[in-house]
Structure formats: C-alpha cells, structure tokens
C-alpha cells in the first residue's frame, strides 16, 4: 500500500470556500449554513465575510439556508441588497439550517438541477458576477425539533451575552451550547443536511457538464 502521508484538516468559512473554489475553477459547491447578520448587529455591526463574498463571487452554493442562530431576516435582506440571487429547491420557504422553514418565504423555487443550470446559463449572458445560493431545505422529520431548538437556543444566547462572547467567537459559542445541551443531536442533523447539500450539489454540478 503506498505511503499517504496523514495531513492536518480543517473546515472553511463559506467566503473562504468561495474564494478557493473560484481560484481553482470550481463552480458548484455544497455547505451546511451560510454565515450573516449576527442578533444585536444594529448595535455591534456583526456579520460575517459571507455575505460579502457571495456578492462578488460567481458561483453556485447549495447550503441548508442561514444558520439558525442569526438573524435570518436581516441576513435576507443583505444578499438582496448584494443582488445575490436565492432558489428554493422544491421548496417556497426558506431553509433554516437545522429547521425545515426559517419562516421566511422565497421568490423563486427550483424544481431540478437542470433549471439551476439554466438559471446559471442566463445570469452569465447578462454578466451578473454574484453567487446564486440554492436553499435545500431537510424533510420535516430529519430537522431538529423546532421547539427544543427554539428553547436551547434562547438558553445559548443568554449564556454568551453573560460570558460577554462577542465578534467571531459568538458562532461556535452558539454551535457547541447547541450540541452540547442537545445531546448531540444538532451535530446528526448538521451531518444530514451536509450530505444532502452535497448529493444535489454533485446533481447540479453534473448537469453543468452535460448543458450544450
């Protein structure tokens, strides 16, 4: 067996994401959930290089919506303003990462990969450089019970505004409070939408190679 020498890993933002994939021409990928527009932004002015990047980066992102332990309705309104353009895949709503619906509806809904490409395809002949960001919402019954998420993550918000946890140390505060307090099942959704996220990003991604 030949010798593979073992190398660090780690995980990137999805700007950073973004940014390598354009370097190294690859026009599809698949994440978890987007960063945005942290609660309490109007008085700290947080939100992540995400946004700023999916405004000038062209480039498809098949995610399971914002994450949940942002402001989803500011975010939405930030990638408006940055003209990113949003789809619902088979769905109206807009996913919230570990919940089915963030309780904000969308524009435009997709149907299959095909219409994505097509989408892709008009938006290049009038040179629109942002990202186009594929919401994928999980089925009802793989989410995260929306009641025990909502509970949890009050406690975590109440927990990080006592441990005075600001700036970019407030997502994995959160992330972790969430795993820890539910038992682990926030990081078994976290694996279910990814792999989702990934299986319909390679769909897309396949369909980009068979488009004339």
Same mark, same amino acid.
């Given at each position: 067996?030949? !010798?593979?020498?073992?190398?660090?890993?780690?995980?990137?933002?999805?700007?950073?994401?973004?940014?390598?994939? *354009?370097?190294?021409?690859?026009?599809?990928? *698949? /994440?978890?959930?987007?960063?945005?527009?942290?609660?309490?932004? &109007?008085?700290?002015?947080?939100?992540? %290089? #995400?946004?700023?990047? $999916?405004? +000038?980066?062209?480039?498809?992102?098949?995610?399971?919506?914002?994450?949940?332990?942002?402001?989803?309705?500011?975010? $939405?309104? /930030?990638?408006?303003?940055?003209?990113?353009?949003?789809?619902? !895949?088979?769905? #109206? &709503?807009?996913?919230?990462? !570990? @919940?089915?619906?963030?309780?904000?509806?969308?524009?435009?809904?997709?149907?299959?990969?095909?219409?994505?490409? &097509?989408?892709? =395809?008009? +938006?290049?002949?009038?040179?629109?450089?942002?990202?186009?960001?594929?919401?994928?919402? $999980?089925? %009802?019954?793989?989410?995260?019970?929306?009641?025990?998420?909502? +509970?949890? @993550? *009050?406690?975590?918000?109440?927990? *990080?505004? %006592?441990?005075?946890?600001?700036?970019? #140390?407030?997502?994995?505060? @959160?992330?972790?409070?969430?795993? &820890?307090?539910?038992?682990?099942?926030? @990081?078994?959704?976290?694996? =279910?939408?990814? /792999?989702?996220?990934?299986? $319909?990003?390679? =769909?897309?991604?396949?369909?980009?190679? =068979? %488009?004339?």
């Amino acid at each position: 067996m030949p !010798y593979v020498k073992q190398l660090p890993t780690g995980a990137t933002t999805v700007a950073a994401t973004a940014h390598l994939a *354009a370097l190294a021409g690859i026009g599809v990928v *698949a /994440r978890g959930g987007l960063g945005g527009v942290h609660r309490g932004a &109007r008085e700290t002015w947080d939100e992540s %290089a #995400d946004l700023a990047w $999916l405004a +000038r980066t062209q480039i498809v992102v098949v995610c399971a919506g914002v994450k949940s332990i942002l402001d989803v309705g500011a975010t $939405l309104e /930030r990638l408006e303003t940055a003209s990113v353009t949003l789809l619902g !895949y088979r769905s #109206d &709503r807009f996913a919230g990462f !570990y @919940l089915s619906d963030s309780g904000f509806p969308l524009p435009w809904r997709v149907e299959s990969p095909q219409e994505i490409v &097509r989408i892709m =395809r008009a +938006r290049s002949v009038i040179g629109h450089h942002g990202a186009i960001v594929v919401a994928n919402p $999980l089925a %009802a019954d793989e989410q995260l019970d929306p009641e025990h998420h909502n +509970r949890v @993550l *009050a406690r975590a918000l109440e927990a *990080a505004e %006592a441990a005075k946890v600001i700036g970019k #140390d407030i997502t994995p505060f @959160l992330l972790e409070f969430l795993h &820890r307090e539910t038992g682990g099942t926030s @990081l078994q959704v976290n694996v =279910r939408l990814v /792999r989702r996220n990934a299986r $319909l990003a390679a =769909r897309v991604a396949a369909a980009v190679s =068979r %488009a004339p």
